[in-house]
C-alpha cells in the first residue's frame, strides 16, 4: 500500500506540472482539468470504455454486466438531457459519461464498501482503468508542449539520414496512392484504433485476475504506459514532425506548404544537402522520433505470442499495418520506425528484468538497447551526410543494430522461462527370482 500510495503522489505531481505547462505555454486547460470536465461535459473520443473494460477484469461476471449496464444507462440519460436543452455537440463526443461514472463509483464503493484484498483489487482495477484515460489526456498536453516549447524541427537531418534507407516513406506513400481507396481505409483505421488491440490484448492477459485475486506481475498495460510516459521526453531532445509536414501538404488543414521545407512527399525524394534546423509553426506536434505508435504496434506483438493463434495473427496484422501506416501516411521516416523498434525492446526488457530480479543478463539486454538507441539518435543527428552518402554502408549497420537488439531480446527472454521438468525414469522391472 506504501508503495502504491508512492506512485499516485508522484503521477499526481507529474499531473499538476503539466498542468501548469499547458496553461502556461498554450493557454488551454491541462489534463486533470479536461478529465474533470468530462464528468458532465460531453467527452473527447478516447479510450474511456476501454478504461471500463480494463477495469471490470476485477469484478466478477455478475457485476460487470451491472457495471457496464450502468455506464449504457448514464451515458443515454446524458444524451437525452443534452437534446433536451438543445446543447451542441461535438461529432463523436456522444458518449462516454457513463463509462467515467462508473469508474468514480466502483472507487467509492471500494472505499466505503470493501475491506482487506477485495479493496486492494477493486481500487488497482480503478486506477488501471482511470491511467488509461489519464494517459490519452497527459499525451495530447505533452504534444502541445512540444509544439510551443520547440520552435524549430530537425526534420532535414533525419530525412537525409532516410537516404540510408532508401526513402521508405516515400516509396511506401507512393505505394499506398497507387492502392486505391480501400486499402488506405483499412490501414488508416488500424493506425487510429490501436488502443482498441492493446485492450483486446491486455484483457486476455488479465482475464484470470478474479479468479486469481491478483494481478500479472507484467502486462501489456504496463508496457503501454512506461513507452508513453517515457518517450515524449525524447520528442524534446529531437524535436521532428514528419514527411508529410516538413515535405508535404501536411493534414487536416494543420502545417502546410508554407511552413514545409519544399512541396516534396511523395513523389520525389529529397535531396541530399547539409541538413540544418528549419522553423515550424505552434500546433504540429514534434512528435516523431521515435515512432511511438511503432513503440506500441511491437509490444502488441511482443505479448500476444503467447495468446491463441488468433491473436497472434492479430498482433502481427496490427505490427504490419501500423509499419505501412505510418510510412505510407508520411507520419514518420524509416529512421523513426528503427529507432521506435528498439526504444519498446529495451522498455520491455528492463519491466522484465525489474520484474525477475536484476541480473547480468538482464542488466546486459537493457545496456544494450540503450546504447544503439543512443547511437542512432546520435547518428541521426550529427552523421546524416555520412549516411546519405554511403547508403550501402550505414542502411545495412542501422538494420543490423536493430537486429542485435531483436536477436539479444528473444534469447534472453527465452532463457529466463522456466524450464520445464523432465519426466522421471520408471525403473525397469525385475525378472522375479524362481
Not at 457495471?67 to 446524458?78: M, Q, S, Y
Not at 512541396?263 to 525524394?269: E, G, M, S
Not at 545495412?396 to 522456466?418: A, F
Amino acid at each position: 500500500m506504501i508503495l502504491w500510495a508512492a506512485v499516485g503522489a508522484v503521477a499526481l505531481g507529474f499531473l499538476i506540472a503539466l498542468e501548469i505547462a499547458a496553461r502556461r505555454y498554450g493557454g488551454v486547460p491541462g489534463p486533470i482539468t479536461n478529465q474533470a470536465r468530462e464528468v458532465i461535459f460531453p467527452p473527447k473520443p478516447g479510450p474511456l470504455y476501454g478504461g471500463l473494460a480494463l477495469m471490470m477484469v476485477v469484478l466478477t461476471w455478475r457485476q460487470r454486466f451491472i457495471a457496464a449496464g450502468a455506464a449504457v444507462g448514464i451515458d443515454l440519460v446524458f444524451v437525452l438531457v443534452r437534446w433536451a436543452v438543445g446543447a451542441e455537440v461535438p461529432e463523436g463526443q456522444f458518449f462516454g459519461n457513463g463509462a467515467l461514472w462508473v469508474m468514480l463509483g466502483c472507487a467509492v464503493i471500494a472505499i466505503t464498501r470493501r475491506t482487506g484484498k477485495e479493496r486492494v483489487l477493486l481500487l488497482k482495477g480503478v486506477g488501471l482503468g482511470l491511467l488509461l484515460v489519464a494517459g490519452r489526456k497527459t499525451g495530447d498536453t505533452w504534444l502541445l508542449i512540444t509544439a510551443k516549447t520547440r520552435p524549430t524541427v530537425l526534420d532535414p537531418y533525419v530525412a537525409v539520414a532516410d537516404h540510408a534507407l532508401g526513402n521508405p516513406s516515400w516509396l511506401a506513400g507512393r505505394i499506398l496512392e497507387a492502392s486505391g481507396p480501400f486499402v488506405p481505409h483499412v490501414i488508416d483505421l488500424v493506425y487510429a484504433q490501436l488502443a482498441v488491440a492493446a485492450i483486446v490484448a491486455a484483457l486476455y492477459q488479465l482475464r484470470n485476475v478474479t479468479a486469481d485475486g491478483r494481478f500479472p506481475r507484467h502486462h501489456l498495460v504496463r508496457t503501454f504506459l512506461v513507452i508513453g510516459l517515457v518517450g515524449p521526453a525524447f520528442y524534446m531532445i529531437f524535436p521532428v514532425v514528419g514527411p508529410i509536414f516538413a515535405y508535404g501538404p501536411g493534414t487536416s488543414g494543420t502545417g502546410g506548404v508554407q511552413w514545409a521545407v519544399a512541396d516534396l512527399w511523395p513523389h520525389t525524394p529529397p535531396p541530399v544537402s547539409a541538413p540544418h534546423p528549419v522553423p515550424y509553426d505552434g500546433i504540429t506536434p514534434r512528435n516523431c522520433m521515435p515512432s511511438l505508435h511503432t513503440a506500441w504496434a511491437t509490444a502488441i506483438f511482443i505479448h500476444s505470442r503467447k495468446g491463441p493463434r488468433l491473436l497472434r495473427y492479430a498482433g502481427a496484422f496490427w505490427l504490419t499495418a501500423t509499419l505501412c501506416a505510418t510510412l505510407g501516411f508520411g507520419y514518420h521516416y524509416g529512421v523513426d520506425l528503427v529507432a521506435g523498434v528498439v526504444f519498446a525492446l529495451t522498455i520491455e526488457a528492463a519491466l522484465r528484468a525489474y520484474d525477475r530480479g536484476w541480473d547480468r543478463s538482464g542488466i546486459q539486454l537493457v545496456a544494450h538497447g540503450t546504447a544503439v538507441f543512443a547511437a542512432l539518435l546520435a547518428s541521426y543527428r550529427y552523421l546524416p551526410m555520412e549516411m546519405a552518402e554511403h547508403p550501402w554502408v550505414f542502411g545495412p549497420l542501422v538494420l543490423l543494430s536493430m537486429g542485435s537488439v531483436i536477436y539479444s531480446y528473444v534469447r534472453t527472454t527465452r532463457s529466463w522461462e522456466p524450464k520445464a521438468a523432465a519426466p522421471a525414469l520408471r525403473p525397469e522391472p525385475q525378472p522375479e527370482p524362481v
